[in-house]
């Protein structure tokens, strides 16, 4: 079906003057049948569907266009069904913005303007680079808008937010949201911040398509600014857990292989966390220890790039290069084509999910080890407060690949030579700070030296301590003894993720089943259409 609203087929020509001041049109609701149905023609039955019909205007040619608002079922009366296509009028009257418009319609149709399009990426395919926000974003917005926006606000008109008192309002609410002593369930200062920012995009749009003059949200504060997000929203509430380079080595020598080669990538290389995980082996290239990052993978979906400078080429030192060898012998999954760390659930077709490697292998580990609450971030944190130590901050900036790089430097490219020299300094700092015993101790095989090693559940997929003679031995070695006990886990993982969809699957069959034995007749919610009008 085309697409009625998108904002093109609705934009009159600009040539011809016939059309030029369109009256607004209010547009018809009425239930149709469906082929299900088998009633007569005025009576309505829940399968019926709520129908929206209005003009659209293409090439100068007034065209009727229909579309479907949802079953009876969703929406019982002609008022729930008229509050629901809210959007669909102001679709369709895009010249003429009505004062009585309300939140629930702008919403609406911010979702499926805006929101909608940047998420129609099937899970496991790959976002449109030139999408105006990233799947993982929009679905943040989306959930926020649900979740807080809609609940307090949705009956309010949009102009509403041109008077003070709703103002002042506003930033009630956003503060009753908060964490305090009186509310200690509430949300964190960042999580407010993030419904201010969401509502400010909101009200953008409003402000875009004419139905507010100016977005209350946005601008100085003390000058166009109508609604200040809480005093000190800005702030963390835990700073986020810090490694010393001998803390992440403790725990990258407790963990098996494959935790070890992400975790390993992570605290030399500080990639962002959904970079790691959108490596496939085809970016990496071992010899001349240089990687190149180029997509990142979130929520199911691959991503290009955060930005210019994030996609570039890397180099990598000994010590990643190493495990990385260890694990390209040791995965299945190891053709250029294959993702680095893939899912063995499902037969490498994605990455494994990486807050999932973090929770269930990494984090218990680290609080075995008395170590602070750790995550993907973490380890980015902690390389860059390292950094501060031994290079500078326009290094810094290469290092992380921040955005800001390229505009300072003129748009100029950091050759890989600027960056291995950088990057060296860096890492020398880091071996400094490791001692020479930690390096021995990490840069091969995880054998296990920690006198606590024992108690520890990972160290039944390790090797054995080993003296290795060479590097090429100790590495082969290590795959050899580190093969069948992953083969193990492998199996192991298969056949609990199985369970776990069999469970799923019994357990929303019993939803669906009690559903339909609780719901009542149908017939009883039968109604004509006279009775509604
Ligand atoms: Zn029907």
Redesign the pocket.
């Known amino acids: 079906m085309s697409s009625p609203n998108s904002p093109s087929s609705l934009v009159p020509p600009v040539s011809g003057t016939k059309n030029r001041h369109r009256r607004y049109q209010e547009g018809s609701l009425v239930p149709e ?2 082929k299900e ?1 088998s ?1 007569e023609r005025r009576t ?5 569907v709520w129908v929206y019909r209005f003009f659209a205007y293409i090439d100068a040619k007034k065209i009727r266009r229909k579309k479907i608002v949802g079953t ?1 079922e969703e929406f019982p009366t002609k008022d729930d069904a008229k509050r629901a296509c809210e959007h669909l009028r102001m679709s369709a009257n895009t010249e003429n913005p009505q004062r009585k418009t309300t939140i629930r319609g702008l919403i609406d149709l911010y979702i499926e303007r805006i929101v909608r399009p940047c998420m129609s990426v099937p899970l496991g395919g790959v976002q449109d680079p030139n999408a105006r926000m990233g799947y993982s974003c929009a679905n943040n917005y989306r959930g926020q808008i649900r979740r807080w926006i809609i609940p307090r606000w949705k009956d309010y008109l949009i102009s509403d937010f041109e008077r003070p008192e709703i103002w002042s309002a506003a930033e009630d609410w956003l503060s009753s949201l908060r964490r305090s002593p009186e509310n200690p369930t509430g949300l964190a200062p960042k999580t407010v911040r993030v419904i201010f920012a969401t509502m400010g995009q909101l009200m953008k749009f409003a402000v875009r398509w004419g139905y507010l003059s100016q977005n209350p949200f946005a601008g100085k504060q003390g000058g166009e600014r109508r609604i200040d997000p809480p005093r000190g929203s800005t702030k963390r509430l835990h700073k986020a857990a810090q490694l010393t380079p001998g803390q992440s080595f403790q725990l990258v020598s407790h963990l098996s292989l494959r935790e070890r080669a992400a975790v390993t990538f992570a605290a030399w290389l500080e990639p962002r966390g959904s970079e790691t995980f959108g490596l496939k082996w085809q970016d990496l290239d071992l010899t001349a220890a240089v990687v190149r990052f180029q997509r990142g993978f979130d929520l199911g979906r691959e991503t290009p790039g955060k930005t210019d400078p994030s996609n570039t080429d890397m180099p990598i030192p000994e010590e990643v290069v190493q495990v990385l060898r260890e694990w390209h012998a040791a995965t299945p999954y190891n053709r250029p084509g294959d993702w680095v760390f893939a899912s063995w659930v499902k037969k490498g077709k994605v990455p494994i999910g990486r807050y999932h490697l973090i929770r269930w292998y990494v984090q218990p580990i680290a609080k075995k080890l008395g170590l602070p609450h750790v995550t993907w971030y973490s380890f980015r944190h902690s390389l860059n407060a390292l950094a501060k130590e031994c290079i500078g901050k326009e290094e810094r900036q290469i290092m992380l690949r921040h955005g800001r790089t390229a505009t300072e430097e003129g748009y100029g490219v950091v050759s890989l030579e600027r960056k291995q020299e950088i990057a060296g300094r860096l890492w020398t700092r880091m071996r400094e700070r490791l001692g020479d015993d930690m390096i021995r101790f990490t840069n091969l095989l995880g054998g296990m030296t920690g006198d606590d090693s024992p108690e520890l559940e990972a160290d039944a997929n390790h090797s054995p301590a080993t003296e290795p003679s060479s590097d090429r031995t100790a590495v082969e070695c290590s795959v050899e003894q580190n093969r069948e006990p992953m083969l193990a886990r492998l199996e192991h993982e298969r056949r609990s993720a199985t369970a776990r969809k069999a469970w799923v699957t019994i357990r929303a069959n019993r939803v669906k089943k009690s559903a339909v034995t609780s719901r009542s007749d149908p017939i009883l919610t039968l109604r004509t259409n006279k009775e509604i009008a």
């Open positions: 049948r469906r149905c009633h309505r039955c829940p399968h019926c009876v």
